[in-house]
């Protein structure tokens, strides 16, 4: 069999956009898919973000040597974007990853390399050469092996509180969006409402159903936001469509199962107790305090080392959130030679780039 990096991306996709269409049953948002393919054209970064099934296929072919490392459920579809915060039962401010569209059972090392290539695509003024990034990420993973726990900002983390901190501006701003919005001439399927509905506090009452153009790796999948009134002001909930990891499309890789809320309620997490599953659909609660930082408005702050060793210890932690798995990651970990991830970086970036590059030329 040919490796999948051989193959012309553009075949690639289309193979891929007929899967997905297949998966969601022939319902895809093609005015969606048309923004993403614009957003695949507007930069390396957006690239790699819209294609995780390419790299699910072929990176094992570009960097073969980290194919024999431990798997754990792992996030697969990690960059600097996919960090967030929200509140835990306890309504305590937490930071971490908040997207697990795309978690299977892999081999851990996958999601570093993953992790500093999205950073070494966002820095699109120089070619990468290694040094900070991977050095930081891979110091941020080693403390979260030894020492995994949760991003709880209430007493700790005092610069990830005030980097993250939502400015009366954009809380104003967040509401005036959501105050434009325009109920939909049409009702959402039975079944997205029937989840809606319960993902809303008790009490509540909608007033207004409309679908929702958000993410870039997602695009094309139905997304329905619910507006409601509850106890003198406003909730929102989401609801999208998933499909199985894009890591699953090769053969042998195991079930094809949905393990988002397994992996986003792993032992060292304090999670989102809005955030569900139900029968084939990912809901959670909208809200202005549920911010993240985006390479394109802040980029010195997500390169920034104190941050990426954060986000490498986040790792840690999702990574040990399987069972039994601690002993055999830092085993590997452990032996692995010093400039591992840098290597597999720059091999990986390189592949990113070219298949931006021809699909640019369009």
């Excluded at 700790?156 to 009366?168: G, K």
């Excluded at 304090?270 to 993240?292: E, F, M, Q, T």
């Amino acid at each position: 069999m040919a490796k999948a990096a051989n193959a012309s991306f553009r075949e690639a996709n289309k193979a891929y956009e007929a899967w997905l269409r297949e998966e969601l049953g022939g319902v895809i948002v093609q005015p969606d898919l048309k923004a993403k393919w614009n957003k695949m054209t507007s930069g390396a970064f957006p690239f790699l973000r819209a294609t995780y099934w390419r790299w699910a296929e072929t990176i094992l072919d570009i960097c073969p040597e980290l194919a024999d490392a431990p798997e754990t459920l792992a996030i697969g579809d990690i960059h600097l974007e996919n960090y967030g915060v929200w509140r835990d039962d306890d309504g305590r401010l937490v930071w971490g990853v908040n997207d697990f569209d795309e978690a299977a059972d892999m081999p851990y090392a996958l999601d570093l390399v993953r992790l500093a290539t999205s950073a070494a695509l966002a820095r699109p003024s120089r070619e990468y050469s290694g040094g900070m990034i991977c050095a930081s990420i891979l110091e941020g993973y080693e403390r979260g092996l030894k020492d995994p726990r949760p991003f709880v900002l209430d007493e700790t983390h005092a610069w990830l509180r005030e980097l993250l901190i939502v400015s009366e501006q954009e809380r104003a701003h967040f509401w005036d969006k959501v105050g434009a919005l325009k109920p939909s001439k049409e009702l959402p399927p039975g079944r997205y409402r029937k989840i809606l509905q319960i993902a809303m506090p008790g009490g509540a009452e909608i007033t207004k159903y409309t679908p929702r153009t958000a993410g870039t790796g997602s695009l094309g999948r139905p997304r329905w936001v619910a507006i409601a009134d509850w106890r003198g002001g406003t909730v929102l909930r989401e609801a999208k469509a998933l499909v199985p990891s894009g890591w699953t499309r090769v053969p042998g890789r195991g079930s094809r199962k949905l393990r988002n809320f397994e992996i986003a309620t792993g032992r060292y997490r304090a999670p989102d107790p809005w955030y569900g599953v139900r029968k084939g659909i990912v809901v959670r609660r909208l809200s202005p305090n549920s911010r993240k930082v985006e390479v394109r408005d802040q980029p010195s702050e997500l390169l920034d080392p104190r941050m990426l060793r954060a986000m490498g210890h986040e790792l840690a932690n999702i990574h040990l959130g399987t069972p039994n798995r601690l002993r055999a990651i830092q085993k590997d970990f452990n032996k692995r030679k010093a400039r591992w991830l840098h290597d597999a970086t720059v091999a990986a970036t390189k592949f990113v780039a070219a298949e931006y590059k021809a699909w640019t030329k369009r």
